[in-house]
């Protein structure tokens, strides 16, 4: 499974559909009376279900502005980005790895992750697009795909029975009859819980550590040294002899069931 140079922009491409209603349409602007070369024009366009070059720019830049949103509350970032944080609490160096180290991993592995489904999108309804061969509202209904099976396979059924509780809906028959707006709020409920579990079952080990050197410490009446600063470096040590970054970093990807 490879990445491809062109994943970004396949999902700031992807999210531009949300707001696109038509193709753009580029027209070069006459200067005023005044001199002006440029000038914005809220006249009606040329059919009611076309929208001004414009308002198209507006809401293009509001979606790209909210695209850091939705690349993390859509894809596996925030069971990366919890896990790799209280892995770096649990060895207690706080600022070791860095936080561009810590968002930078986790970047790079949520686009390993999710590669096959942004291929599906680009395949599906990126590409028939921008060839014309699809409509906006065909386009968004084959780029959701993809994005909604990924999400179900991570989402357990009782956060989804929560949501669909809470927004007082009928007992869906099937995982289609589910709103998106429900299953994204299931999803990320999901995706904390399960950062959360495995970032217990990490401070297990280092706990441990931490009890063993406070206690030796203590029989031995050195009770003024911390403790923290003889056990970090049998911490480190023992996570590099176990080669700690190739397993966590292996379950982790392995836990989305690819």
Do not use: H
């Amino acid at each position: 499974m490879t990445i491809s140079g062109k994943t970004i922009g396949w999902v700031l491409l992807v999210a531009a559909l949300v707001v696109l209603s038509a193709p753009w349409q580029a027209s070069a602007a006459a200067p005023d009376p005044a001199g002006n070369l440029l000038s914005i024009d809220m006249t009606k366009g040329e059919s009611p279900g076309k929208i001004s070059v414009t308002l198209q720019i507006f809401l293009l830049l509001t979606v790209l502005s909210l695209a850091p949103s939705i690349l993390i509350m859509v894809t596996c970032f925030t069971r990366i980005a919890i896990v790799l944080s209280l892995l770096r609490q649990a060895i207690g160096s706080n600022q070791l790895p860095p936080n561009q180290i810590i968002i930078g991993l986790a970047l790079f592995l949520t686009f390993f992750v999710m590669s096959p489904v942004w291929q599906k999108v680009n395949q599906d309804a990126l590409k028939p697009y921008l060839d014309n061969q699809l409509t906006t509202t065909q386009a968004l209904k084959n780029a959701e795909g993809p994005l909604r099976a990924f999400m179900f396979k991570q989402t357990r059924e009782k956060d989804l029975a929560l949501m669909v509780d809470i927004a007082k809906l009928p007992r869906p028959k099937n995982v289609d009859e589910i709103p998106t707006t429900v299953l994204i709020p299931s999803f990320i409920i999901s995706e904390l819980k399960t950062a959360f579990q495995i970032g217990f079952m990490l401070y297990i080990p280092f706990l441990i550590i931490d009890m063993v050197v406070a206690s030796v410490l203590l029989s031995m009446g050195m009770m003024m040294l911390p403790p923290v600063m003889v056990s970090l470096p049998f911490k480190l040590m023992i996570f590099v002899l176990t080669d700690g970054w190739y397993l966590i970093v292996g379950s982790l990807v392995k836990s989305f069931n690819l």
